[in-house]
């Protein structure tokens, strides 16, 4: 409490600003969370910090801070800028700012890596990640180190199948590359065998030729035995 006497001269008081640092707190988002999403469409409220506050004062009567972007922003840092108020708290101080960091972090996602193992001709399962588009990883098939450049039509073997991440958004809990294998089996076609075969034939008679159907000629031969295990050519039958 001051007590003035009657001579008190009003002009020779004179309060002077306090000097202040108020500094914007560092945020660290998850590329995609639920903070991102709120810093995206501008519903979070980022905070700031001010040692020396006359007591009942708020900092957020003394600064503002945040960030306005006009799409979505990627996995990195961005400054959180802090802008001076003016208001009559703030006339009470001489402020120094110092702007923030936002740290949007990548999302770590998994593989949806599907069967295994195929049959041959069956339709392959290729390996997906939920939540991103398929720009934003590649899917690649090796039998050994080498790239198979047609992925829809894999030949009996074992493959390694690699999957790279493209976006800079997203990470894997061991970096930006997984692999895992999978096995192409080969096709059951004893059904799908047409004899054409009668149980005795005379001899100089056309013969019938087996076939296998959706196969051709190129993917199968044809062995006759005789009764005592002499193979011998189909013209060549006695």
Known sequence: TIVFDSDFDANILQINPKTINVNVDDKSVEYGGVDYKAILYGTYSFTATAQGLVTGDKVSDIVSSGIVFDGAFDAKTYEIAATLLDTKTSRNYEVTLVNGTLTVTPKTVTVNWGANSVVYGNELTVPTISGLDVSDYQVKYFLGNVE????????????????????????????????????????????????????????GSLLGIPAIRGLTEDDYTITYTTADGKVVENENLP
């Open 148 to 203: 198979v450049n047609n992925a829809s039509d894999l030949n009996v073997g074992e493959y390694r199948v690699v999957v790279t991440l493209t976006s800079g958004n997203y990470v894997f809990a061991d970096g930006t590359t997984v692999e895992n294998k999978i096995a192409v089996t080969a096709k059951d076609v004893s059904s799908d065998i047409v004899w054409n075969l009668e149980t005795s034939y005379v001899y």
